[in-house]
């Protein structure tokens, strides 16, 4: 918490990185107890880093437009929300009792291929893909 302070007040985006990453770390270092389901620790965890980075962003007034404030914190909740239920329905799939089978496996990294491909492709609609389209 002392690094996402820091970063707030600072308006620097490193100590912010660190703190998701240590607060990530937390729940996975062995004799913790995880009182929450993990599902529920990765949504607020998004959560924390998205209002984070929000409160971050919105210092420069050039970013801010009030009227896309409520759109905005309606999507980041959608994605919350639906994040933390397909990684519920992921723990729930993964906790069932059953045998593997070559069938299986395959169908399972064809459905993450088919996902990545799915990132990919949208990252690449944003102009996210790292290449210049404008010289």
């Known amino acids: ?61 050039a970013r801010v437009e009030l009227r896309t404030r409520d759109k905005r914190l309606a999507a980041l909740l959608a994605v919350v929300a639906g994040g933390t239920a397909a990684a519920a329905l992921v723990q729930l799939a993964a906790s069932t009792d059953s045998e593997r089978s070559p069938t299986a496996t395959t169908i399972a990294v064809a459905a993450a291929l088919a996902c990545l491909a799915v990132v990919a492709l949208l990252g690449r609609a944003r102009g996210l893909g790292g290449t210049k389209t404008n010289a």
């Open 1 to 61: 918490m002392v690094f996402i302070a820091g970063a707030l007040v600072s308006g620097r985006i490193a100590p912010l990185a660190i703190a998701i990453v240590l607060l990530g770390a937390v729940y996975v270092i062995p004799g913790v107890d995880g009182a929450l389901p993990v599902s529920i620790y990765a949504g607020a965890l998004l959560l924390t880093a998205e209002l984070a980075w929000w409160s971050i962003d919105e210092r420069v007034p």
